[in-house]
Nanobody
Framework: QVQVRESGGGLVQPGGSLRLSCAASGRTSDTYGMGWIRQAPGKEREFVAT????????YYADSVKGRFTTSRDNIKRTATLQMNSLKPEDTAIYYCAASITSRGSTKSIEYPYWGQGTQITVSS
């Protein structure tokens, strides 16, 4: 079992930046990819970004490519999502999740361990 917890949400103006953090705990022997998924009001969950266990491979949704960057620190057991040039359409609850394999994934079903989510609101 792996527990994850996000922090760093809030309100930001269009064009601004925010940094989300994700702390993992639990079975320290596990190796797992990390993902970021968001859900806007009235919409389905949407994949945002993922990173493999080694931190060597990342993949982003087209909607955030070039604006968002994910990274991880396996010693601290943390992952981060740096979000720049934020747009109103980025408004959503953002979830951090740990996958069942060491590689990342774009599929929500491959993430059995989820944080509680943190609200990001982009508005002037």
């Amino acid at each position: 079992q792996v527990q994850v917890r996000e922090s760093g949400g809030g309100l930001v103006q269009p064009g601004g930046s925010l940094r989300l953090s994700c702390a993992a705990s639990g079975r320290t022997s596990d190796t797992y990819g990390m993902g970021w998924i968001r859900q806007a009001p009235g919409k389905e969950r949407e994949f945002v970004a993922t990173i493999n266990w080694a931190g060597t491979v990342t993949y982003y949704a087209d909607s955030v490519k070039g604006r968002f960057t994910t990274s991880r620190d396996n010693i601290k057991r943390t992952a981060t999502l740096q979000m720049n040039s934020l747009k109103p359409e980025d408004t959503a609850i953002y979830y951090c999740a740990a996958s069942i394999t060491s590689r990342g994934s774009t599929k929500s079903i491959e993430y059995p361990y989820w944080g509680q989510g943190t609200q990001i609101t982009v508005s002037s």
